[in-house]
């Protein structure tokens, strides 16, 4: 069977593109390939104008920022609108489906967390992504009341920021086990003490790495 | 001494009935390292037959075609640590699968494999298998309870209920076919194994084939309350792997739980003859009322021999389709081997048939007659062993309450009202 | 509309309620060694008797922090990992993976690397279904169809080995398109394998679909309206038997799904046996468009212009597809270096689980193992 994936071999350079078959051993050898002038810069957001944009700017005004990324669109939201804005994305806007509820680690930032929701809705066929910004420690109203789903989606933010969600039902760890320490989606989160730690306490040797 | 041993030999009853206690442990003997086997070549014949439902080839490496893959598993259970759970009720956890296997194999003792061919001709024949087959389902409950883990104790708890359900069914359509060993001129039924063959000799029909379809229906209830009292798929909701891990024997191992295995297997074999016995003439070869000509016994008697001739037959070519590399020059003589043992017996049934047949009330004659009765036997219990097999290449698992619904919503009323309905043509008939 | 909330956590036994018949509760542990719960999941289970009063599913035996080990790799280097999530459907984890990085990216792959993925990513779908009825019909205690599907699951990996030299975690697509060139012979692989399967899905439709045991095992259990479904995030085709006629291959085509022509099977009932029936016939339609697939594939080129080092720009995207389990989505945040500084992975079998709950209240032992089969869950992809 081997002799057949001959198929490196025939892939024939396409148009000036010289190597796309021995990309990888490229990449590795020679890390610092010239990257293309154009690719860094790329595109950036442009603000987002819809008629759902309109009427919920000039309910909120400036706690509400709207922009699109590549045709994504998203709502940066101020912490204290969240609740309010979520719920009447489900019920005026028909945003019935809450795709994921993740967060983002910034730690240089005063405001460490970016909570998002990415939402999506059947009726429309239009995903948008909520988004807001928090600090370390502060705590965050829980949306399984509106989406249940959030519920898992929420325990694990919580257990991998430790993002804490007000009202949830049940906030606890749900990937780690219950005693651990830290974590681990945290930029300061150290995996080689937590390594090192395991190691000398479980196996009561030096960490090899 | 001698004398009472060869003075049963010309007797025409069980040893039980003629009172010979040597024969009757004789019988015993045979009888239990018969089903024994018989488990053994049961256990190898559902794998390699369930292996080839499901495309694969199942046991292929110990022996020829696997063939000693039971007696290396037998092995490997028997050297197992012997495993007790610290929070086991000890004593209880291990008496529990003797319980079981007592009951499967003490139900032999009255299975007539012939008009003679069996330990005793009980009275209450057919009462007394019922009882004690059911007598099994203690070792089970036992077993789940001394495990002290939940599993068990919840496939103890369905196996218990639904045992005892089914056997309504069961004791129901058995009734019916003792309600038929009555249709004679007397009017006189009879609980005694043997008794219903001979009533079904007397009356020329098998109870299956008795007032088209009654008993037909009664044997069709008894042939599925039978697979749901032996805990078989599609019922074995006692051991479902899929939902209790293994039911009650979870946390059995090694002998004990090859003794729990023994006794579901010896169970199936029992019941199979229940079945077998009740509906399907027992010992009797097919058409005895009409092709009864003496020609025709011999051409009958010629069968077991065939059998054995033609698996005689399967196994040399086994022989010739083996790979002809080195590494399999054991295995293909093995094979060989037991190719010529298979062809052996065939010859010498052959000749016994050839020789019975010359010699009326001879030792041979009668040697030739019990081969004849026990093998006609065998065969029908084979084919519901395979049925068994079958079944549980097909079905999926019934669900526990789906089980109870069809034991006493459908199995129980149809069995009710084929019992009154058989009592009545019986009435109109007579 | 107010849906079932899962309340998964109430299993204290203080509360329980006192029926005219006082009786333990049973707590079982199902799992994480069970041959029922596909892997390492296990489910505390309340009963009565054999009635399902409540679960908890504990999850996290095979975490394997996949989401921080993307932070710490290129974007190359990341692309393997993907396989080892949803390791039955590695292809299409792959095929999000590349999908999001290049959208991040701003680049396109290919017409033929697109075609390439489509028939791969529907030939894996074909073989994570195949693979879900096998144990499911296992979990319901139907021996045979398992020996069946794997049998014919094999003509795929076979496949995927002369293509790319594994059969499990293929890592079969790179960023910008494909590696490999389809083999000599590929196409011709491919339509042998279409007309080797076609009659085999009969065949495992003969052994289950009037199957009378198979019916009254699966219908009614495990119900979940279209609702229900909706509010607990459950996608793929246990939200499609429900009623809810939605695809994203249809809905946000990617790839090349837009030029072929297929239909999204949905169910009425919502019960288990509706998404057997629309699994079944997904298996069929994704045959059709495997079909069209090779035989439109274009000439030209494999893999599009990307740098040797990829480093997309500063931003974030989310991009998902539909996945064998469901939406399977990638939200992957940019900050310009060649490592990602934050991936999330949408996985659907994580999200679906959470119906467990709601699904299995009420019935009995039985069928939370026929439940859990029927989610299709891969725990290397709930706990990741």
């Known amino acids: ?209 | ?430 | 509309m107010s849906p079932r909330t899962n309340d998964s956590a109430n299993l204290d036994l203080e509360t329980r309620e006192k029926p005219y018949l006082d009786s333990n509760e049973l707590i079982i542990n199902m799992g994480p060694q069970h041959p029922a719960t596909h892997g390492v999941l296990r489910v505390i289970l309340k009963l009565d008797g054999e009635k399902v009063l409540g679960t908890e599913c504990v999850i996290g035996y095979l975490h394997r922090g996949v989401e921080k080990i993307a932070e710490n790799r290129t974007y190359t280097m990341f692309n393997p990992y993907v396989d080892r999530m949803d390791y039955v459907a590695a292809v299409s984890n792959g095929l999000g993976y590349c999908e999001a990085v290049e959208k991040l990216m701003n680049v396109e792959a290919p017409a033929r690397a697109k075609y390439i993925r489509v028939i791969l990513t529907e030939l894996n779908r074909i073989a994570s279904h195949q693979l879900w009825l096998g144990t499911h019909a296992l979990d319901i205690g139907a021996m045979t169809p398992l020996f069946y599907t794997f049998r014919d699951r094999e003509e795929i990996l076979k496949i995927f080995e002369k293509y790319c030299g594994a059969r499990l975690t293929t890592h079969a697509f790179r960023i910008g398109g494909c590696q490999y060139e389809t083999y000599a012979g590929f196409e011709k692989d491919v339509k042998n394998f279409l007309s080797f399967v076609a009659p085999k899905i009969d065949e495992y439709e003969t052994l289950l679909t009037t199957n009378r045991i198979w019916l009254e095992r699966t219908k009614n259990v495990g119900v979940i309206s279209a609702a229900d479904a909706i509010a607990l995030g459950v996608t793929g085709p246990v939200l499609r038997a429900s009623g809810v006629k939605w695809d994203l291959r249809k809905a946000q085509p990617y790839a090349a799904y837009s030029e072929f022509d297929f239909e999204i099977p949905i169910g009425t009932n919502g019960d288990t046996y509706d998404r057997y029936l629309v699994r079944m016939a997904e298996i069929r339609q994704s045959l059709r468009i495997i079909e069209q697939a090779v035989n439109g594939i274009p000439e030209g080129p494999i893999m599009a212009k990307v740098p040797k080092v990829i480093k997309p720009p500063v931003g974030e995207i989310y991009h998902s597809i539909e996945a064998p389990k469901g939406e399977l989505g990638y939200f992957i945040v940019s900050d310009g270096s060649t490592q990602p500084y934050r991936l999330r992975v949408r996985p659907p079998s994580f999200v679906n689980l959470q119906a467990l709950d709601v699904m299995v209240r009420g019935l009995l032992v039985a069928d939370v193992v026929a439940v859990i089969g029927t989610l299709d869950i891969v725990l290397g992809e709930v706990d990741r």
Not at chain 2, 25 to 30: F, N, P, R, S, T
Not at chain 2, 67 to 87: G, N, S, T, V
């Open chain 2, 1 to 430: 001494m001698p004398n009472f041993v060869m003075s049963y030999l010309g007797s025409t009853v069980t040893p039980g009935e003629a009172g010979n206690q040597f024969w009757a442990l004789i019988y015993v003997l045979i009888i239990f390292t018969g089903v024994s086997v018989a488990v053994i070549a049961m256990n190898w014949i559902e794998r390699k037959a369930l292996a080839h439902f499901q495309v694969r080839l199942g046991p292929m490496r110990v022996g020829p075609h696997g063939l000693l893959q039971p007696f290396a598993d037998a092995l490997k259970l028997m050297l197992k640590e012997d495993i007790i759970p610290a929070a086991a009720d000890q004593f209880v956890f291990w008496v529990a699968p003797l319980i079981g296997l007592l009951a499967a194999f003490t139900v032999y003792t009255v299975i007539p494999f012939g008009p003679s061919q069996a330990v005793s001709d009980m009275n209450i024949g057919i009462l007394f298998m019922l009882g004690v087959s059911s007598l099994g389902v203690l070792g089970i409950v036992v077993a789940g309870w001394a495990s002290n883990s939940h599993y068990p104790l919840i496939g103890a708890l369905r196996s218990s209920a639904q045992m005892v359900s089914y056997e309504v069914a069961m004791g129901l359509a058995v009734v019916s076919a003792v309600l038929m060993t009555s249709m004679n001129e007397k009017g006189t039924g009879t609980l005694s194994m043997i008794g219903i063959v001979q009533a079904q000799q007397q009356q020329g029909v098998w109870f299956i084939f008795k007032f088209f379809p009654l008993g037909f229906i009664a044997f069709v209830i008894f042939s599925i309350a039978m697979i749901a009292e032996t805990n078989r798929a599609p019922f074995d909701m006692a051991e479902a792997e899929s939902e209790l891990t293994a039911g009650y024997h979870t946390e059995y191992s090694g002998l004990r739980w090859s003794l729990f295995m023994l006794a579901e297997y010896a169970a199936m074999i029992a019941v199979s003859s229940i079945a077998v016995t009740l509906w399907l003439g027992g010992w009797m070869r097919p058409f005895a009322n009409l092709l009864h000509a003496p020609a025709w016994d011999f051409i009958f008697s010629l069968f077991p021999g065939l059998t054995f001739g033609s698996l005689a037959a399967i196994a040399f070519v086994g022989v010739t389709r083996m790979p002809a590399h080195s590494f399999f020059k054991i295995q293909r003589i093995g094979l060989a081997v037991f190719a010529a043992l298979l062809g052996f017996i065939a010859l010498l049934l052959l000749a016994i048939a050839i020789v019975g047949r010359s010699a009326d009330a001879s030792l041979a004659a009668r040697f030739n007659e019990g081969i004849d009765y026990v093998y006609w036997f065998v065969l029908k219990v084979a084919v519901f062993m395979y049925l068994f097999i079958w079944y549980r290449a097909t079905w999926p698992r019934y669900r526990f309450d789906q089980l109870m619904r069809i034991g006493w919503k459908v199995l129980l009323p149809i069995s009710l009202g084929v019992l009154v309905v058989t009592a009545i043509v019986g009435v109109i008939v007579s």
């Open chain 1, 1 to 209: 069977m081997a002799e057949e994936v001959k198929s490196p071999a025939p892939p024939p350079p396409p148009e000036g593109e010289k190597k796309p078959a021995a990309e990888k051993p490229a990449a590795a050898a020679a890390p610092v390939a010239p990257a293309k002038p154009a690719a860094p810069a790329g595109p950036v957001p442009v603000p987002w104008t819809s008629p759902l944009v309109e009427k919920y700017r000039s309910q909120y005004g400036s706690g509400l920022d709207a922009q699109t990324y590549l045709g994504q669109n998203y709502l940066t939201v101020d912490r204290s609108l969240i609740p309010d804005i979520l719920r009447l994305l489900r019920d005026e806007e028909q945003f019935d489906y809450c795709v994921d509820i993740t967060a983002v680690h910034y730690p240089k930032r005063e405001k460490q967390f970016d909570v998002l929701w990415i939402l999506y809705s059947f009726p429309r066929n239009e995903r948008v992504r909520v988004k807001t910004q928090i600090a370390d420690g502060a705590s965050i109203p829980s949306s399984v009341p509106i989406w249940p789903t959030a519920n898992w989606l929420e325990r694990e933010v919580y257990d991998m920021f430790g993002i804490k969600f007000d009202g949830h039902p049940d906030l606890k760890r749900i990937l780690l086990p219950d005693g651990w320490k830290g974590h681990p989606l945290r930029k300061d989160y150290g995996i080689l003490q937590q390594d090192q730690e395991w190691v000398q306490i479980n196996l009561g040797i030096e960490s090899g790495q």
